[in-house]
């Protein structure tokens, strides 16, 4: 293949796997825009999803995106309970407590999934995991551009919901501002709760649409996906959950470019270097609004 | 009387917002300076400004005939100047004496000294009983004593007190007046943001008015008081 | 202060019996030592100065690999290395510091896992420097005064030494300027300028030494294992491990961290059979019962309740 073939691989395989980055990031990034709080747990969410994904196949013989409808509103209600009694108390404290809260909800799901189905990976087959496609020379696997459209998909439906409904303008006040929001009649109480069970829905969607790809570890893929999170949304900017599909897509593409053009070790350095230079100088995210320093 | 602070030209801009426009003031040591003005005036802004808490656009601010322009807040403080938080800032989670002690550590190393210098402050404001007490705790009056005590115990030469009588009670009022002027006797420069004009006139030798972020008048607490502009400016923002 | 002094040596007089007495409990009380040794030197920066590093296990690693390559490679003793160590732990902390000092409350925590995940892949990657993802193994130690270093009761008194070192450190800074500079920086950055103080000076120092601290104590982690990989030494939860202990038992005070050690090491060995190896469950747990109910931790929670007792009879008489 030419350099140029290779290129254009390159970039589609980057462009691909962020659409799976960028859904791993909205619901952490949806959650902190209106919360501002950052939730540690959310990649073991993703894991707990994955898992969801092996119960439902392994029980049921379901396919992963058959599972999606049990497993989404079990997420959801997760996210609410977790908010309801833990996340609500802690909410006024100082903005470190939230952080410890979540890291140990964190630490709760790994190693209460480590309990139960043991530390060996897990995984799904799928007739369609490794079956691929070209366009214009261009080889496109078919997981990852189902994963891309249910990002779309995912990204437009919260789009209309926040901009189309009585609950979205609610949870935009909320996040604009939370005691005016209280002040016209909000029940901000309620609202994070919905928000939390979105964001915890959108994290067990993405792991069971990550299942077929990736095999499922109960304690390490959380941190791993934690930390992508971080990166997709702080290089969009916190709190905004469309900048999250860029932020996605470019740290695919970082990754994917700098592992092929420069030391393929260091790929998942790549991110973090740019995590780290986006907190240190633009801190709203490349297409955020400015916003105050943190 | 010697200049101890001089400050010339003191411009802050916010973005495109001028919120201060080239204020210029001078304090010699002994001497009270008031700064009054109406509600966003840019007294605070001004305050801050001086003592390094704000990036000031331009100006330039002399100490004891030294260039401090540009020096952070905590060189500035080194070198002696000594200041309050308008909303009072102790250090929440430590007792009233370890509050002092931080103050006190700034010229002297041993702990004993930085104690005894710490519990003559805490004496002087009239806290020494409640040296034990958690910061958290003390009451309004008692807090803006605290605020003033850490600012003493920093052995300065000029203290900055930013709305010190705010919300006090008559009586508190009259104690902290009198505080205030009991400084002055120890030859420390005061320059003073303050809303209550009683305490103004009773203490200011030179009062300087701001509005809008200008000096609009300057002289004695009798002569701005019946300065025209100055009254259209307070009447004109109630 | 000669109070917690007293305290450290009687503490220490009981350490010195230990082995003597429990000499089939020695890896148990070995690993309570260094986590009570690591999450003192780690509550320096993140409870008497309130940042909140979840990175330290790079210092920890960093100490066993100076130790490990120091003697297989170079066949240096590790004492020296130990020391070698701490500078260069004290240098990172410096650099690592500047670099993120700018980020306030969360946003520092998070990049300090950056930076230490960044660090755990150069330690995975650069084979010639680390050995690799493979590891690298202690199979000499000199023999100072005839002492057996891979005996447990040797690395018991070692690990011994670095907790009483650690603890005696932070006692000493408790009462002294420095300590009250940490404490006014981590409490108001702004009205700690006000008292002359520079707040990032302060938290520098406060980093390196925290950094410094923990480094020996890796090095004895190193000696304790004799096979090292950074999987291992560099891992997130080991630097989580670190954090919630001195959370756990109480930030910013002389015994929390000790006593969180004590508590969290002294569980997991309770309910290793039931929890195996999910046994960061517990401190998953505890965590989240600290922070909404003893946010103080447990011995922050108790010095409180004894400091109000104390001026409430105060102020009766």
């Keep these: 293949m030419a350099g140029i073939d290779i290129f254009l691989q390159n970039v589609a395989n980057g462009v691909l796997m962020g659409g799976v980055y960028a859904l791993i990031g909205i619901g952490l990034t949806l959650v902190f825009g209106v919360m501002r709080t950052i939730n540690f747990a959310h990649g073991d969410f993703v894991v707990l999803g994955m898992y969801s994904a092996v119960l439902f196949n392994a029980l049921l013989g379901w396919d992963p995106y058959l599972s999606l409808l049990l497993a989404m509103p079990i997420g959801f209600l997760t996210g609410v309970i977790v908010e309801r009694f833990i996340l609500s108390r802690v909410i006024d404290a100082p903005p470190e407590s939230a952080l ?16 139960t189905f043991g530390g060996e990976p897990r995984s799904v087959q799928v007739s369609y995991a490794s079956s691929t496609f070209s366009i214009a020379g261009v080889n496109v696997s078919m997981v990852l551009l189902l994963a891309g459209i249910a990002t ?14 009585e609950i979205g303008r609610a949870i935009r006040g909320t996040a604009e501002n939370r005691l005016g929001a209280e002040l016209v009649g909000i029940d901000t109480r309620r609202i994070h709760s919905i928000v939390f ?13 990550l299942i077929p790809l990736l095999f ?7 941190a791993v996906f934690t930390l992508k999170a971080f990166v997709v949304t702080v290089l969009g900017g916190l709190g905004n959950v469309g900048a999250a599909i860029a932020g996605g897509i470019l740290l695919g593409v970082v990754e994917v470019l700098g592992a092929s053009y420069f030391m393929s070790e260091y790929r998942e350095a790549y991110g973090l270097i740019a995590f780290l230079l986006i907190l240190l100088f633009r801190p709203e995210g490349l297409f955020g609004r400015t916003v105050k320093r943190v | 009387m010697p200049n101890v602070l001089r400050a010339d030209g003191i411009t802050v801009k916010f973005g495109g917002l001028t919120a201060v426009n080239d204020v210029s003031l001078s304090l010699g040591s002994g001497e009270i300076l008031g700064l009054i003005g109406p509600n966003g005036a840019g007294k605070t802004t001004l305050f801050n400004a001086v003592t390094g808490f704000a990036p000031m656009h331009s100006g330039r601010i002399t100490f004891l005939d030294q260039d401090i322009t540009g020096l952070p807040a905590f060189k500035r403080t080194r070198l002696g100047f000594g200041r309050t938080f308008q909303t009072e800032r102790p250090f929440e989670e430590l007792t009233v004496l370890e509050n002092v002690l931080v103050a006190a550590f700034l010229t002297v190393g041993r702990r004993s000294e930085a104690e005894r210098i710490a519990r003559s402050v805490l004496e002087q404001v009239g806290l020494a009983d409640r040296a034990h007490q958690p910061a958290l705790d003390l009451n309004l009056a008692r807090r803006r004593r605290l605020e003033l005590a850490k600012a003493l115990a920093v052995k300065p030469k000029v203290i900055f007190l930013d709305e010190i009588m705010a919300g006090l009670n008559p009586p ?3 104690e902290m007046i009198a505080f205030v002027r009991s400084l002055t006797a120890q030859g420390l420069a005061v320059l003073m943001v303050e809303h209550i004009m009683e305490a103004i006139i009773e203490l200011s030798d030179h009062v300087i008015v701001l509005a809008s972020g200008e000096k609009i008048a300057e002289g004695t607490p009798h002569q701005v008081t019946s300065d025209e502009r100055v009254i259209e400016a307070y009447l004109g923002t109630d | 202060m000669t109070k917690h002094l007293i305290g450290l040596g009687l503490l220490l007089a009981a350490g010195i019996a230990y082995p003597a007495i429990f000499p089939n409990n020695l ?4 690993s309570v030592l260094l986590f009570a040794g690591w999450a003192t030197s780690w509550d320096l920066l993140g409870g008497w100065n309130g940042q909140v590093s979840l990175g330290h296990a790079s210092f920890v690693g960093l100490g066993a690999y100076f130790v490990a390559i120091g003697q297989s490679q170079f066949g240096l003793a590790p004492w ?9 732990a004290a240098i990172l902390g410096y650099f690592w510091g500047w670099l993120t000092f700018s980020l306030r409350g969360p946003y520092f925590s998070l990049s300090t896992i950056a930076v230490a995940e960044i660090l755990r892949l150069v330690a995975i990657n650069e084979d010639w420097l680390t050995g690799g993802a493979t590891g690298v193994f ?7 005064f005839g002492i057996d270093l891979f005996s447990r009761t040797a690395q018991f008194y070692m690990a011994l030494a670095f907790a009483a070192v650690v603890i005696a450190t932070v006692i000493v800074i408790s009462r002294a300027r420095f300590g009250f500079q940490l404490r006014a920086v981590r409490e108001d950055e702004d009205s700690a300028m006000a008292a002359g103080i520079d707040p990032t000076a302060t938290k520098l120092k406060a980093f390196m030494l925290s950094a410094a601290l923990t480094s020996i104590g890796g090095g004895i982690y190193g000696i304790v294992l004799a096979f090292i990989e950074p999987h291992v030494m560099f891992a997130l939860l080991l630097s989580v491990q670190i954090a919630l202990t001195a959370i756990i038992g109480g930030r910013g005070t002389i015994w929390g961290p000790a006593a969180g050690a004590l508590v969290l090491v002294g569980a997991g060995e309770m309910f290793r059979t039931t929890f195996a190896e999910a046994n960061m469950l517990i401190y998953g747990i505890l965590i989240l019962v600290v922070v909404l109910f003893v946010p103080r931790g447990i011995v922050g929670e108790l010095a409180r309740r004894h400091i109000r007792r104390l001026y409430a009879k105060r102020a009766q008489s």
């Design chain 1, 100 to 115: 410890l809260a979540t890291l140990g909800i964190s630490l709760i799901i790994g190693n209460a999934i480590l309990l």
């Design chain 1, 152 to 165: 779309v998909i995912m990204i437009a439906a919260l789009y209309a919901l926040l901009n189309r409904t």
């Design chain 1, 197 to 209: 069970g979105l964001g915890v829905m959108l994290a067990v969607m993405a792991g069971v649409t």
């Design chain 1, 216 to 222: 499922a570890t109960p304690t390490n893929t959380g």
């Design chain 2, 172 to 174: 508190a009022l009259r």
């Design chain 3, 27 to 30: 890896t148990i009380a070995i």
């Design chain 3, 80 to 88: 020296w290395t130990m020391a070698m160590a701490a500078a260069f």
């Design chain 3, 138 to 144: 202690i199979a000499t130690l000199p023999e100072p």
